[in-house]
Every structure is written in structure tokens, then in C-alpha cells.
């Protein structure tokens, strides 16, 4: 279908999608950033109004793991998968939260006092682009800390500490730099003139204080329903149940980078094998192939009468969208399953306020198609 009849037939977002409520969501979803992260209202619309309790709701695509952890809190099942070992621990770190900030805070010692004794990294091994990020002291006490959560398997205390590793304030334990892409900001704030800025920084008490950030006002959650989250790829994803839902936010098409754009973070969670390319990658070429793999290993278990629901974001260079992934997918979709009907289009345009960057490749236009196999 051509995009100027998708966009035709669109309706328009509900207007709340636009709304910034402190309070409306769950503490979780602020647990670190993420690139391309969705707006937890928008999951929790969808999943409210387009499935029921007790579903089986399956994001391939989970990222920060937004969907998931809202398909969860709406007492739907979930499986949850993300190619990026950054978006799985968050995913994890969700979904896995502990119970209660007690148990949050007594995890914490515990980890802090197991890192302590732990070898000291050596500077050597450490790359020089992270190293300028960091007073030496700090570094090595995150770099073991880090370790001791990759090894017992702290997702939760993993994502806090990957979610204070960098930007400008007090709070955070890097030099002066960005939040969300890692870019030091030593020219705005130059060590002369902010010394302060360049000192050591102890874990224990920014780590409390990001827990008793997270867990204000947080609700029970029955974590029962999340049946499966992990690293996996679309290409070698296997479903092994009936599906009722594919609820998800495919990668946008060449306009953001998951890896060089978290790859501070990623080196603390993988420091041997992620590639972290400083130029953006050519990703046009891939997306239609992630597509056919998303149909055949994604869609093959969706139950007749479940729904496949696609946050698609429309890409754009210099004010003009450029290129139309919603109506490449929705034509790639419908052929590898004449069965699939487009029931629904909602078309969400996003403020400047909402984009993760304001030039070049960025997103500028969101619409979400909803499929029913019938
Ligand atoms: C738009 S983001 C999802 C954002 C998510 N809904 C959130 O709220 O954070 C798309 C995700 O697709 C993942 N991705 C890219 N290629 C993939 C592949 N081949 N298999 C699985 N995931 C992939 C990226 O790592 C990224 O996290």
C-alpha cells in the first residue's frame, strides 16, 4: 500500500500521547536511558485497548524493554528479546527488579562488598576513549563492580550502574559529558575552571541514591508472567508457543545506531567482542531482511485473530522524510502472509521535544499499523 493511503486512512494519536504526566508511569521505565525508547503511555494504551489479561504478548524488538515490562504490569505473559546485550539487561533489569527496596538496598551491600575484593583492573587494559571519561578511581571500582554483577547475574544492579556511568552532574561518575551518547563535554566545562568536576567519585552512595529514585511509588508487580527475555537476534529467533500478541518497535531504519550510540555503556557489559564503529552503519540494506525474518520467525506462532502491532517510525533527513519503513514492512508483511489484514493505523507525529536528535537521520513521524491474522 502506497504511504500517502496509509496516511490517508491514519488516525490521529490519541492527544494524552503527547502529554509529560510526572507520576503516570512506573519508576522502572526511567531506570537508564535508550535510544529510541517508546513512551510507556503509548505501550500501555495499545496493549490495554488490543489484548486481554493472561495473553501471550512477544517484543523481538524489546530495547529498554518498555512494552514489556507495561505488558507485564497489565498482567498479560511475556516474551521479550533484543539483539543488543545493553537493551537485554535493561529488558532483565525491568522485568527482574527486586521486590522491594529493602531487598534493593541489601543487594547492593552485598555486591559492593564482593567488588571490593575483587583483582583490580589493570589501566592497561582499559582503552584510552573510555578512560578519558573517568577519574582512574572511579573507573576501577566500577569496572569491578561491573564484573561482580555480570558474574551472579545482577541485571538490576547492572542497569543502575550503567545508568549513572555518564553525563554532567553530581550524581553520575563520569567527567563532565552527555546522558544518553557518550560525548565528554570538556570544552564547556574545562578542568581549570571546574575542578571539582574532575574528582573521584564513590559508587555507594550514587548507586542508593538511583535505587531510592527507582523505587519511588513503585507497584507490586507479579513477575509470574514474564516467560522468557533474552539476547537474541530476529534471524535466529524460535518461538516455541501460540502467540496472542506481537506487540514491538522495529529497528529504525537508518536512523539510529544502537551500538556506537550506547557504546560506552556496552563496553562495560562486553569489553571483547562488540564492534564499536564510530560512523553510523548502513542500515537500509538490512531492514528489509530483518523484516522477512521478523514475518517468518516472529508472526509464524500468532494465534488466528491475534494481532501483530508495529510502532514504525517514519525517518527523515534535513525536514524531508526520506524514506517510508511502514509501507515497506506492511507490503513485505502481507506477502509472506495473505492471511494478515491491516485493521488500524495510528499516526503519532512526534514534537522535536520527544526526538533523540534534532538533525540528520531522526525520527519525526511514528505510525503504528495494526495487523489481525484472520
Ligand atoms: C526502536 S528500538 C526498540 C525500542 C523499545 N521499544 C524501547 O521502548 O526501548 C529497536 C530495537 O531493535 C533492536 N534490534 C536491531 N536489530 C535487531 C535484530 N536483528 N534482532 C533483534 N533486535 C534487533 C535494537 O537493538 C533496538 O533495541
Redesign the pocket.
Known sequence: MQIESLIERAEAAPPDWKDVVFGADCRLHQLAP?????KPII?RQLLEALTLPGDTVL?????????PLEALLLGRKVLA????PY?VT?TRAKLEAPASIEEARERLSMRLAAAARRPVCAPADVPEWVRKFFHPDTLRDALSFADECIESDDQFLLACLLSILHHQRPGFLSYPSSHLIPYLRDRKFPKENFPDLYGARALEPRLLAKINRTYKDIPEIDRSGVLQVGR????D?QVDRPIDAVV?????MNA?D??RDNRLRMWFLDRNTANYSPEPTEKLD?SDA?TV?FARNALKRLRTGGRCIL?V?ETVLRKRVTSHPAERMLDRLTAEYSDLHLERIIRDEIPDVRRSRRTSGATKRELILVLQKR
Open positions: 535508550y535510544i529510541g525508547k517508546l505501550a517484543d523481538c524488538f524489546s530495547g529498554s524493554g518498555t512494552i528479546y533484543d539483539a543488543n537493551a535493561l537474541v537476534s530476529v534471524f529467533l514491538t518497535s522495529p529497528p529504525y539510529l544502537y551500538v538490512q530483518i525474518a510502532i517510525g
